[in-house]
């Protein structure tokens, strides 16, 4: 059935909350809009928690997949973004955490897809360019819990949760990344 | 503790974390007060902007790129909810029903065809899979601006009303219509409705 114009148009300028309630008794078409909507933020958080572009993108599939299961549940739909970068961020530690199972590669340094792409060197303003490079040659552990707090903006408790470790890790961990980057800025400036 | 700032003051990234990160800390009156706390800060609140400039332009340099969530989305192939069984009278041979999902999504599609009207939320409360069992919907709706809102939850109510009549054998006793958004008029008419 071909979907009328108007119908589209009312599902484009829905704001977030009545897409999830509709998506939550079941229309697909809503969830797709959300989908489409917060996509790209999707992918680009799971890029800078994933090893690879190839497990980032497998991480956006999972985690749609569990926002479809589980978008009945959301009490706030207002909360929606916050809520697909939680998923993606739960998806993406589990992904880590099931290659190291399979891998052994605990505490091995970072393979060489995690350095920065033609797309990324692109990155306009040098100021940038230091922090993506100096953040691709941080220790994985303390990378991603320094994008879980700045990127996905979760609390010091969600980042320990979902990590598996101590609220008192958590804290450690992003201050040596944050006194990392700084002095890397820094030196830039 | 005397403020000297050519000395260190003793406070760690981590002291300053709880401050940059919640606002607070129980050090607040010598963070506040400290040179060097305050210029640590200011390399930390530098370094929490280019965070979010380089997420904006980790999203930019994806642009847009609609073919991959299509890959993405077909891949999922989502099954719509079910829901209860309600029954239908097929006589004394058939055993007939039909699913609560399926008439939930029957409400979304009358209400959506009623200019100005998106569906949001749409319960049916009530006994549905007894058969003649009173039944009241609820329905969440987002109107656009300009549609005066009694005349469109009348007209919501009442098609809303005679489709169920019509498609189903549920017994409604009520249709609640809660308008829970509203939109802004769109630029042109594309309604018909200037």
């Given at each position: 059935m071909?979907?009328?114009q108007?119908?589209?148009?009312?599902?484009a300028?829905?704001?977030?909350?009545?897409?999830?309630?509709?998506?939550?008794?079941?229309?697909?078409?809503?969830?797709?809009m959300?989908?489409?909507?917060?996509?790209?933020?999707?992918?680009?958080?799971?890029?800078?928690?994933?090893?690879?572009?190839?497990?980032?993108?497998?991480?956006?599939?999972?985690?749609?997949?569990?926002?479809?299961?589980d978008?009945?549940?959301?009490?706030?739909?207002?909360?929606?973004?916050?809520?697909?970068?939680?998923?993606?961020?739960?998806?993406?530690?589990?992904?880590?955490?099931?290659?190291?199972?399979?891998?052994?590669?605990?505490?091995?340094?970072?393979?060489?897809?995690?350095?920065?792409?033609?797309?990324?060197s692109?990155v306009?303003?040098?100021?940038?360019?230091?922090?993506?490079?100096?953040?691709?040659?941080?220790?994985?552990?303390?990378?991603?819990?320094?994008?879980?707090?700045?990127f996905?903006g979760?609390?010091?408790?969600?980042?320990?949760?979902?990590?598996?470790?101590s609220?008192?890790?958590?804290?450690?961990?992003?201050?040596?990344?944050?006194?990392?980057?700084?002095k890397?800025?820094?030196?830039?400036? | 503790?005397?403020?000297n700032?050519?000395?260190?003051?003793?406070?760690?990234?981590?002291d300053?974390?709880?401050?940059?990160?919640?606002?607070?800390?129980?050090?607040?009156?010598?963070?506040?007060?400290?040179p060097?706390?305050?210029?640590?800060?200011?390399g930390l609140?530098?370094?929490?902007a280019?965070?979010?400039?380089?997420?904006?332009?980790?999203?930019?340099?994806?642009?847009?790129?609609?073919?991959?969530?299509?890959?993405?989305?077909?891949?999922?192939?989502?099954?719509?909810?079910?829901?209860?069984?309600?029954?239908?009278?097929?006589?004394?041979?058939d055993?007939?029903?039909?699913?609560?999902?399926?008439?939930?999504?029957?409400?979304?599609?009358?209400?959506?065809?009623?200019?100005?009207?998106?569906?949001?939320r749409?319960?049916?409360?009530?006994?549905?899979?007894?058969?003649?069992?009173?039944?009241e919907?609820?329905?969440?709706?987002?109107?656009?601006?300009?549609?005066p809102l009694?005349?469109?939850a009348?007209?919501?109510?009442?098609?809303?009303?005679?489709?169920?009549q019509?498609?189903?054998?549920?017994?409604?006793?009520?249709?609640?219509?809660?308008?829970?958004?509203?939109?802004?008029?769109?630029?042109?008419?594309?309604?018909?409705?200037?």
């Amino acid at each position: 059935m071909k979907i009328p114009q108007d119908f589209s148009d009312k599902l484009a300028e829905a704001p977030d909350e009545v897409l999830a309630e509709r998506a939550g008794d079941g229309d697909v078409a809503a969830f797709e809009m959300l989908a489409r909507r917060h996509g790209s933020l999707m992918r680009a958080y799971a890029r800078r928690l994933a090893r690879s572009f190839d497990e980032a993108d497998d991480v956006v599939q999972e985690a749609l997949l569990t926002a479809w299961k589980d978008i009945a549940s959301v009490q706030d739909g207002t909360a929606v973004k916050a809520w697909l970068m939680r998923i993606v961020a739960h998806r993406a530690i589990d992904t880590g955490r099931r290659r190291k199972t399979h891998h052994n590669l605990d505490d091995q340094p970072d393979p060489a897809d995690s350095k920065p792409t033609p797309e990324q060197s692109a990155v306009a303003g040098s100021a940038r360019r230091a922090l993506n490079d100096a953040l691709s040659r941080l220790p994985e552990e303390q990378r991603r819990c320094w994008v879980l707090k700045e990127f996905g903006g979760q609390s010091y408790g969600e980042i320990a949760e979902a990590l598996g470790i101590s609220e008192t890790s958590v804290r450690g961990r992003l201050a040596r990344a944050r006194t990392t980057l700084v002095k890397e800025m820094e030196e830039w400036r | 503790m005397a403020m000297n700032p050519t000395q260190d003051c003793g406070r760690r990234i981590e002291d300053l974390s709880d401050y940059l990160d919640y606002g607070y800390s129980a050090d607040s009156d010598h963070i506040e007060n400290c040179p060097q706390c305050q210029a640590r800060l200011a390399g930390l609140r530098s370094l929490s902007a280019a965070a979010l400039d380089l997420l904006d332009d980790d999203v930019a340099s994806l642009g847009d790129d609609p073919s991959w969530l299509d890959g993405m989305l077909a891949n999922l192939r989502l099954e719509t909810r079910a829901g209860r069984t309600i029954p239908l009278d097929g006589g004394d041979l058939d055993e007939l029903s039909e699913t609560e999902g399926a008439v939930i999504a029957m409400v979304r599609s009358v209400g959506d065809s009623l200019a100005g009207v998106l569906i949001g939320r749409c319960r049916l409360e009530g006994e549905v899979s007894v058969a003649g069992a009173p039944v009241e919907v609820s329905i969440h709706v987002s109107a656009r601006y300009g549609h005066p809102l009694p005349t469109l939850a009348e007209a919501l109510r009442s098609a809303v009303f005679d489709e169920l009549q019509v498609q189903t054998e549920l017994n409604v006793a009520a249709v609640h219509v809660a308008f829970t958004d509203m939109r802004p008029p769109l630029d042109e008419s594309p309604e018909g409705q200037p």
